[in-house]
């Protein structure tokens, strides 16, 4: 079931939030697991079953790592639950993945069958994950109640794409939360603006990619131009659905952490990071990054754990080999921000470190949805006059007159402008405009219904030449 699927819409989050509010507090927690398991059962009936395996494993083996603080046995107790919670991931996400690769290289076949991938496996791993180490640091306490460390776990506000909720984020609201209408209607505006983005532009600018992937010759601004809409669907898909958690999460009392902060403004691949999918940088610094020495060590050994931090990012995307180039691509250029090119890159003017950005961003973005390097390093060709049509044919010209409004609602979206626009107009604290918001949420509300009914409609293409 997805957010921006009409049976949600108008089936499940009315039923739930109406539930929700009506019974006591202490009923509320149950409410959501049942809600959450549903949601996830909705399409993986099956893989049910994984998700309440988890749930009550690391439970029990919180419990054990608690009761053994300060012996030995502790940390055998925590590696023995990393080990069997990384496991799991890695049976299902990388199983194919391993044994691809094994019959490539050996001289005998290994047969295996392909596994689904259960949703949101590895966000609910690094959550369980996050509250199994942090209860052996004793940053947080552990959790007696099976109800609330099961809401943690399966909360769906944020199961599908995130943000990567870590349990000492959450602890006290799962206890203390605090509704109110004005959360609610801040809830509602996040997730009104989180399913325009979804369905009004990356659905849309996404089948400009589409069309120019499937083309078999593309010129320069061909292969430039299918790069940049890959660039905004992704971000606009991604940040979206982050946008519509956060929005659900206040709905129901929670507050989550932001999770995209514009990073296409960044002026350094650095700050792109700490722009893009933020809670999941912050986990591998929390858990890999800083366990692993951080910058608090020789320079050799920094490069080393600034490479496994990327390699694991990349890896952790997905099971393949462009994923893993990618993760390195990535600590390759933050490494030489770090020791070389950072301060140079400071020095010129903000608009070419942007530039520079983007660049490099929209290059990496190549390795990551071509389905394999061959064809990456094909389309990067491309984009550099290697192996074009041209620089500039008709379909290049067409596809910039046709669909120019995409180009632009994707810079404008890609920017703060409208969220401080919104904050001055519709949110300002001095003077709340709440008609004023609700006229705009019901506004866009109704475009995203239109498009999702009629799986075409969308008021930009009436702009399109």
């Known amino acids: 079931m997805l957010f921006s699927s009409l049976v949600f819409l108008f089936t499940f989050l009315p039923i739930t939030l109406l539930v ?3 019974v006591p ?4 927690n149950v409410v959501l697991l049942i809600a959450s398991l549903i949601f996830y059962a909705w399409g993986e009936p099956v893989y049910i079953f994984l998700m309440l395996i988890s749930i009550l494993f690391n439970y029990f083996c919180g419990m054990d790592i608690a009761l053994k603080a ?11 639950t990393i080990v069997v919670n990384l496991f799991i991931l890695g049976f299902f996400k990388y199983y194919g993945f391993i044994v691809t690769n094994l019959n490539a290289i050996l001289p005998f076949y290994i047969p295996y069958r392909k596994l689904e991938l259960p949703i949101g496996i590895s966000f609910y791993t690094f959550q369980t994950l996050s509250y199994i180490i942090d209860v052996y640091r004793g940053n947080v306490d552990v959790q007696v109640n099976l109800i609330d460390f099961g809401t943690y776990v399966t909360m769906f506000p ?11 984020d959450v602890e006290r609201q799962l206890r203390e939360r605090k509704e ?7 809830g509602a505006w996040f997730f009104v603006m989180g399913l325009a983005k979804k369905v009004l532009l990356a659905n849309t ?18 292969a430039w131009l299918g790069c940049l809409a890959y660039t905004f669907q992704i971000y606009f898909d991604f940040s979206g659905y982050s946008d519509m958690a956060v929005g659900l999460g206040k709905m129901f ?20 990071w700490r722009r893009w999918h933020i809670s999941l940088g912050s986990w591998f610094r929390e858990y890999v990054y800083i366990p692993l020495g951080g910058n608090r060590v020789t320079v050799p050994r920094h490069l080393l754990n600034l490479l496994i931090v990327w390699f694991l990012t990349g890896l952790w995307h997905g099971a393949s080999w462009n994923f893993v180039v990618w993760g390195l691509f990535y600590g390759v250029i933050l490494i030489a921000e770090k020791y070389f090119t950072g301060k140079i890159l400071a020095k010129l003017p903000e608009a070419v470190q942007t530039l520079y950005t983007m660049i490099l961003v929209m290059l990496g973005w190549v390795l990551f949805f071509s389905p394999t390097l061959g064809s990456a390093l094909t389309w990067i060709g491309n984009m550099f006059g290697q192996g074009a049509t041209g620089f500039m044919d008709s379909q290049a010209l067409y596809l910039i007159m ?6 632009v609602a994707g810079i404008i979206g890609s920017t703060p402008f409208m969220h401080l626009l919104g904050k001055r107009l519709v949110f300002n604290e001095e003077r709340p405009h709440t008609v004023l918001a609700g006229c705009l949420m019901a506004g866009l509300f109704v475009l995203c219904v239109a498009y999702l009914v009629t799986e075409s409609y969308n008021p930009f293409l009436y702009f399109r030449f």
């Open 180 to 186: 109110s209408l004005t959360k609610f209607g801040y």
């Open 25 to 28: 507090r202490k009923v509320k």
């Open 70 to 80: 300060g012996r030995k046995s502790q940390v055998r107790s925590l590696i023995f």
């Open 20 to 22: 929700y509010y009506l």
């Open 205 to 222: 600018i996404g089948s400009i990619y589409e069309n120019i992937a499937a083309m078999d010759g593309m010129s320069v601004v061909t």
């Open 158 to 168: 944020q199961l599908i794409a995130g943000p990567i909720v870590q349990y000492a």
């Open 402 to 407: 046709r669909n120019w409004l995409f180009w």
């Open 253 to 272: 009392g929670f507050e989550f952490m932001q999770n995209f902060n514009y990073p296409y403004i960044s002026k350094s691949v650095t700050e792109f």
